[in-house]
């Protein structure tokens, strides 16, 4: 029996309009979705729609949800991992999954769409020709402002 594929499936940022016709078809035909919140990727699937199995699976989830997922794959079944908005492994825990998914010989397929980096780099006015992303930036507290102060010093 062959794997199944690993699909990392890019979600709106905000408006569920922006989800790309591709990515609607992934995720209406995997077996698994693989969500950071099951309850914001439920409102992918329009109402009445048969919708697949949703699994939890974000930064707190322990080792034997990644296991199953692998499992799941293992067993010829397609799985799509999502996070809640943007693209899966840019700061989120899609990348566990595709590092497990590449070392176990499972096929892994990107489904491109909204990445908020791009989206805030596009929107901001700043040459977009080169950048580095380090990561989101802490959401209060001195490593914030530490952070946001070395990046002034820099522009």
Do not use: C, W
Not at 130 to 143: D, E, M, N
């Amino acid at each position: 029996m062959h794997p199944g594929t690993l699909y990392v499936v890019a979600t709106p940022l905000g408006n569920l309009g922006d989800l790309s016709p591709r990515a609607s078809e992934v995720l209406r035909t995997v077996a698994v979705v693989a969500a950071e919140d099951t309850r914001r990727t439920r409102q992918l699937f329009p109402p009445g729609d048969a919708a697949p199995r949703l699994l939890s699976f974000h930064a707190h989830s322990d080792d034997r949800r990644l296991e199953m997922l692998l499992e799941i794959l293992r067993d010829g079944r397609d799985v799509a991992v999502v996070s809640d908005a943007g693209t899966p492994g840019v700061s989120d825990p899609g990348a566990d999954l595709v590092v497990a998914a590449r070392a176990a010989g499972i096929r892994v397929v990107p489904i491109p769409g909204p990445s908020a980096v791009v989206t805030a780099l596009s929107a901001s006015g700043l040459p977009a020709d080169r950048y580095t992303f380090l990561g989101f930036i802490p959401r209060k507290g001195t490593a914030r402002r530490r952070l946001l102060e070395i990046g002034r010093a820099h522009v």
